[in-house]
Every structure is written in structure tokens, then in C-alpha cells.
């Protein structure tokens, strides 16, 4: 072996070692209609009246099975997270920034700084609007605000994983697992 192959050998191992670890900890398959549970045939079909489907997909986040459609909704992206029952887990829906309540608008707004806020969605779970997420790009590097409906600064996680909080000195929680 040269010594050229013994600094790259690792490197290599390394990089297929996290692509190995990223995949069995979330995978997703772009899946077809007639591949999906017909309980989840029927929430697609319910979700997506009016809607053009951009895409569905077949996820496992920790063991657990979701299916996902991508849909856009009179011009706005709107993605909706199913389990095997057919039951609608989270909805994330692009929103603009000026339909924000003004807290909200401003808590992005100050975290985002001088960065472009390139798009807003909100997160819906269980029927029940959670957050409201921003993505944000600032010199090339990319990274995601999520603020509470009251305007509360929940996170910001910079491209990398790694998350801020903007609140005396805790520790920001970790990103939520799918349930």
C-alpha cells in the first residue's frame, strides 16, 4: 500500500461509514399510488383534491413506516406525512411571510439577520398549527428558523446539524422525530 492510498483509505471509510449510518437512520423511496396502503391511496386522493401531486415516497425514520406526498397547492408547495393507517401526521405548508402574525414575522426576521429568507412553511401536527419554519440563506450556507405560533424562538439549525438557541444559554432541543 502507498502512502497516498493509507491518507485516503480512511477518508474513504469514513465517508461510507456516515452515508451507511444517515440511511439506516431515515430512508426514503419515491413509491407510485398503487404502491401505497389503500388507506393511505385514500388520504392522498383526500389531500390532493385540487392539487397537482409532485411526488410520493415511502419513509422509515426510526423504524417507523411513513408515506409522503408532495403536492402543490394553487401555486404553494404543501407536504403531507401519512402513516400506514391512512391517519395525516404533520402537514408542512409554504406560506408567505407577509401572511405571518407580525411576532412571528419578526422573530424570523431578527434571527435571520442579513440572510435571504428564501422560503416560510408551517407545520401542522395532529390538527394543530406547531411551528412555523424558515429557511434561510446567508453567505452561501443555508439553515432553518423554527418559531412557536406565539413567536417564540424554538431553533435554528445551521446546514451542518447543528442547532443554536437564542435563548439564555440552553441548550436547543434535538429535531423532533417523525412519531
Not at 6 to 12: D, E, H, K, Q
Request: proline content about 4%; overall charge positive.
Amino acid at each position: 500500500m502507498t502512502a497516498q492510498n493509507t491518507r485516503v483509505l480512511p477518508a474513504v471509510l469514513l465517508a461510507t461509514s456516515l452515508l451507511l449510518l444517515g440511511s439506516a437512520l431515515a430512508s426514503e423511496k419515491k413509491v407510485k399510488m398503487k404502491d401505497l396502503p389503500k388507506a393511505v391511496q385514500k388520504t392522498v386522493q383526500e389531500q390532493s383534491k385540487g392539487a397537482i401531486i409532485r411526488g410520493l415516497a415511502k419513509e422509515v425514520d426510526d423504524g417507523k413506516t411513513f408515506y409522503e406526498a408532495e403536492l402543490t397547492v394553487n401555486g404553494h408547495n404543501k407536504d403531507v406525512l401519512i402513516d400506514p393507517t391512512g391517519a395525516v401526521v404533520e402537514i408542512e405548508e409554504q406560506v408567505t411571510l407577509s401572511s405571518l402574525p407580525a411576532e412571528v414575522k419578526a422573530t424570523i426576521q431578527k434571527a435571520a439577520g442579513k440572510g435571504k429568507i428564501t422560503a416560510v412553511e408551517s407545520v401542522t401536527k395532529n390538527n394543530t398549527l406547531e411551528a412555523y419554519e424558515a429557511h434561510v440563506s446567508t453567505a452561501g450556507k443555508k439553515c432553518e428558523i423554527k418559531v412557536a405560533p406565539n413567536g417564540t424562538l424554538i431553533a435554528a439549525e445551521k446546514e451542518q446539524g447543528e442547532k443554536e438557541e437564542k435563548e439564555e444559554g440552553k441548550k436547543a432541543p434535538k429535531k423532533a422525530k417523525r412519531p
